[in-house]
């Protein structure tokens, strides 16, 4: 903020970093110490709960203590993901090629490896393919589409694209390659026309938590793959679901849908780590430790994973 709006300022607490001057909402004191006498945390987190809105006992709950069964959407709400589990089922019951087609970006990367981690476990026959930032640009091309169809592909899974894949799904159609778009980006008054659309922001669908990322979507449409089946998805699925959400859209990371999708599994592979942690005794600071980690894991993930899609293929 500018030294002008200082003034403008009524009430808050200022805190000047390295580079900004940070005006903190003003919350009462009393409550900031109920909060960290309740719920064991340090003052500092018990006054940014407060400040972002959970001032409530449930919401506060709610934020911290999520659950699989309580706060985790029903896959089977989202539009179109039904229709994308049916083919997927049949192309894998009939041995058919699936060609899963992400993105460069992290949430696109984990995206399509979640894919292929959940799908080659059940005898799919699939590939997938990254578009080459500069070569390929960005999403799913009629010349991605001929080519998968000159190499036998039936199906092809978009993920993290191909909302507006208008001419590619009509190529597919004509090339008899049938189509599933898994997105998560604004659609357009229109759909392409695909065997399924699967993106929590398309008009009517009612699952209720729409900020998913790309990664988080295609968890949805896995999970109701692996809830059909009465089988759990491997354990690493958890882990793509957290690395792609919190690189591709950190400030919906938290919310209790989608905490409560991979805390316990990620509590999992966290365990060593947060029991290392000096102070990690007490739920509310292995929530702060945890919250730590993730900003941590968020700048690695988009460094390293992000960087890759920046780089040349090199030899
Ligand atoms: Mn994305």
Not at 8 to 24: E, H, M, N, P, T
Not at 51 to 64: N, Q, T, Y
Not at 92 to 110: K, P, R
Not at 214 to 242: D, I, N, W
């Amino acid at each position: 903020m500018t030294d002008d709006s200082i003034s403008d300022a009524q009430q808050g607490i200022f805190l000047r970093g390295s580079k900004y001057l940070w005006c903190l909402p003003h919350v009462e004191g009393r409550d900031v110490a109920r909060v960290a006498s309740a719920y064991n945390v340090p003052m500092p987190i018990a006054q940014t709960l407060i400040a972002r809105g959970f001032d409530s006992k449930e919401a506060i709950d709610s934020f911290l203590f999520s659950s699989l069964e309580r706060d985790v959407g029903d896959p089977a709400t989202m539009s179109g993901a039904s229709e994308a589990v049916e083919r997927i089922e049949m192309a894998i019951a009939v041995g058919e090629q699936i060609l899963v087609f992400g993105d460069y970006d992290v949430d696109g990367v984990t995206s399509a490896a979640l894919m292929l981690v959940a799908l080659l476990p059940l005898g799919a026959k699939v590939n997938f393919f990254l578009p080459h930032r500069m070569r390929d640009g960005y999403g799913l091309s009629t010349k991605i589409v001929e080519r998968a169809a000159r190499n036998g592909y039936k199906l092809i899974v978009t993920v993290d694209n191909g909302i507006t894949a208008f001419e590619p799904a009509a190529r597919a159609r004509e090339l008899g390659v049938d189509l599933i778009i898994t997105d998560h980006h604004r659609p357009h008054d229109e759909l392409p026309e695909a065997c399924a659309v699967v993106n929590p922001a398309q008009e009517g669908c009612s699952y209720v938590f729409k900020q998913l990322a790309g990664v988080g979507v295609t968890f949805k449409v896995l999970s109701l793959l692996y809830a059909r089946r009465g089988v759990q998805l491997p354990p690493k699925a958890y882990e793509l679901l957290l690395l792609g959400t919190i690189a591709d859209c950190g400030p919906t990371f938290g919310r209790k849908s989608i905490l409560g999708q991979i805390w316990p599994q990620f509590g999992q592979s966290c365990r060593k780590p947060l029991a290392d942690h000096p102070q990690a005794e007490r739920q509310g600071e292995r929530a702060a430790a945890f919250f730590d980690r993730c900003r941590l894991f968020d700048c690695a993930a988009d460094q390293c994973l992000g960087a890759a899609g920046r780089c040349s293929a090199g030899s």
